[in-house]
């Protein structure tokens, strides 16, 4: 219905020229798409927006969020007339880009381009698994993911490892809507993308259809029917002109600006709409609410598949309730004594967990061999590839279809490829576990590229991310068990390769309970003046100092994040007296400061490492135990 195409493009300049900021061009020219995708298409409901089979729309191209907002808002969803005034306003409901849990309807927050696509891949993936576990003679899960994506999203590289991935894994429920309008925000997009969309596509696995007029609903429509008839992804490469009706038509100068007050009252006029901003007919209201009754019945008649899985497998249904529920398994941790690198820790934990969690999916950036991050059933590992950015928000999709829980795994350096990942990760609270291994300068051979230094600052630096660093093999199994049963905070493992000494004892209960305060006394002599504090492979080294010197008492920190969100008398009796703490951490000295008054009691590494064995690496970097006795001797 050309009216309420309209009406979605009409809504969205308002919002923008109200705000004074925004994108109008996405909005009028992409509009068609979405409400083809939703008045034929979408399996959503507003009655029951959690609904855990309902397809999933991402809007990859999070710059045109002023359009989602307003189809919410006509869908009748929590989206008021009022919130739409309030577009790009503090604590609204319509903030710049899509904001997963800020705004009813939304998906996944995106915005920076590239990591839309790749979560909806993460979304198609985890319906597949989950459907293979609870389609047991009954179909509770076969929705499908719909992706709005453009231009800037197909040159971001995540995009490139994304679709490689779901190519090669068939991924059949995944389409992807390509807003091709052939402008950037520099100009013409031939200035500087010119690839041939069909041929990438085809020769990553994907099936690839043309729409020639993005004003036509009927061959949208027909493009998304015979999309979902294939046996593989689709992209449906819509051909259509940004800023659609404005005078700046076809322009990148309405990418990202709002219309002169000219333009505005000229593009209402081309739509036939009321120039009175925020105006809706009741005729369009009417149109969206057929959409809501339909979409109501297909709800209803998946209740009835859900009674068939309660009467049928009532174990099968106990399991999914539980996911459901997002209730987390009572894991009771089986404590090892052996001294064994906690990367060894990690494998063991994450066996453990996977057999009394089946909805447990883990895997690693081609590294699983060193990561040890598979578990004996295979149908839970994951193979992403040398496609690590992509495999971070891959993780955040799979995590955002139902809460199940998720581990992926890198070394600790490569990090870096998959750090905005984990940054949307910490901004929607998703629970991911990431287990990053080869720890520190320990590496040894592999040199300055391998040798994580900065790393760990980095992450303390990020907000709502708890990093974990532990000393030995329980300390990680405990700490892989926090980041299990986190709600909303992305957990990261920093895990060795070398082996270290059990340090910690046997006692898993007092163990766990020390490593839930994030820092604790774990080496106390009956009296002492100075205070190590230490994290990872570290703290054995502070123990063996302390015993040596005397009069020395050993923090074990495994997670800096928890432990200055304790009480404070309990922060206090850690830390002590700061004149007199010393800190291990063979790693960036950036932010430790936070626990002694004099820098030159910080022992770490502001500069990259070397290669060479790891003994002489350490002594070369004067990191061995002679040279710090002498530092703390000396003071």
């Not at 920076?112 to 509770?140: D, E």
């Not at 994580?452 to 199994?477: K, T």
């Not at 070397?610 to 004067?622: M, R, T």
Request: net charge negative; hydrophobic share 35%; charged share 20%.
């Amino acid at each position: 219905m050309e009216r309420s195409v309209n009406t979605i493009r009409g809504l969205a300049i308002d919002m923008i020229n109200q705000a004074n900021s925004g994108h109008p061009g996405i909005a009028m020219g992409a509009s068609p798409m979405l409400y083809t995708l939703f008045k034929n298409h979408m399996h959503v409901t507003k009655d029951h927006p959690h609904w855990i089979n309902r397809d999933r729309f991402v809007l990859s191209a999070g710059h045109g969020s002023s359009m989602l907002y307003a189809l919410y808002h006509l869908l009748g969803y929590d989206i008021s007339i009022d919130d739409l005034k309030q577009f790009r306003q503090i604590a609204s409901k319509t903030p710049g880009h899509p904001e997963y849990l800020d705004v009813p309807g939304v998906e996944a927050t995106t915005g920076p381009l590239g990591q839309g696509v790749a979560m909806g891949v993460g979304l198609a993936l985890a319906s597949k698994k989950l459907a293979k576990i609870f389609n047991q003679g009954q179909t509770l899960i076969d929705n499908y993911t719909y992706v709005l994506c453009g231009d800037g999203d197909l040159m971001e590289g995540i995009s490139y490892e994304a679709c490689s991935f779901a190519g090669h894994n068939q991924l059949d429920n995944l389409i992807v809507l390509y807003d091709s309008n052939d402008i950037s925000l520099d100009g013409s997009l031939n200035l500087s993308f010119s690839e041939d969309i069909k041929q990438r596509f085809t020769a990553q696995g994907w099936d690839y259809l043309k729409v020639d007029n993005g004003e036509d609903l009927s061959s949208i429509n027909n493009a998304i029917n015979e999309a979902k008839t294939k046996d593989k992804p689709v992209i449906i490469e819509v051909k259509t002109t940004i800023g659609y009706g404005s005078q700046l038509q076809g322009t990148s100068k309405v990418h990202g600006a709002p219309l002169s007050s000219d333009d505005y009252l000229n593009v209402k006029q081309f739509y036939q709409l009321d120039e009175t901003p925020f105006s809706v007919s009741e005729e369009v209201y009417n149109d969206f609410n057929t959409i809501s009754t339909n979409t109501n019945q297909l709800y209803e008649n998946w209740l009835a598949q859900e009674q068939l899985l309660k009467t049928n497998n009532p174990e099968l249904y106990s399991l999914w309730q539980r996911l459901i529920n997002q209730e987390k398994v009572d894991w009771t941790i089986e404590g090892v004594e052996e001294t064994i690198a906690t990367r060894k820790a990690g494998n063991i934990g994450l066996n453990q967990l996977s057999k009394v969690e089946p909805l447990l999916l883990t895997g690693s950036a081609d590294l699983s061999a060193s990561n040890l991050t598979n578990v004996d059933n295979n149908e839970q590992n994951i193979f992403y590839g040398v496609r690590e950015f992509s495999m971070g928000a891959i993780a955040n999709g799979i995590n955002l279809f139902a809460k199940s829980p998720v581990a992926v795994s890198t070394f600790f350096v490569f990090s870096d490829y998959l750090k905005p990942a984990i940054r949307l990760a910490s901004l929607m609270k998703l629970p991911i576990t990431y287990i990053f291994t080869h720890d520190s300068v320990y590496v040894g051979e592999d040199g300055p590229t391998h040798q994580p230094i900065e790393q760990i600052a980095m992450f303390r630096s990020m907000p709502n991310v708890n990093l974990w660093r532990p000393c030995d093999a329980n300390e990680a199994l405990c700490c892989l068990k926090n980041a299990y049963l986190a709600t909303n905070t992305p957990n990261i493992l920093a895990l060795t390769r070398q082996n270290l000494v059990n340090v910690t004892g046997s006692n898993i209960d007092q163990i766990q309970a020390n490593v839930n305060r994030g820092a604790y006394e774990i080496y106390v002599p009956e009296s002492y003046s100075k205070t190590i504090i230490a994290s990872g492979s570290e703290v054995q080294l502070a123990i063996e100092i302390a015993k040596e010197l005397g009069d020395i008492r050993v923090i074990s920190m495994p997670c800096f994040d928890v432990f200055v969100n304790q009480e404070q008398a309990y922060i206090d009796h850690i830390i002590g007296n700061k004149d007199t703490n010393y800190v291990f951490e063979f790693a960036s000295t950036y932010g430790l400061d936070y626990f002694v008054n004099n820098h030159n009691h910080i022992i770490g590494i502001d500069r990259f490492g070397a290669s060479g064995p790891a003994h002489d690496v350490i002594n070369y970097l004067q990191l061995d135990k002679e040279s710090i006795k002498q530092v703390i001797n000396n003071d």
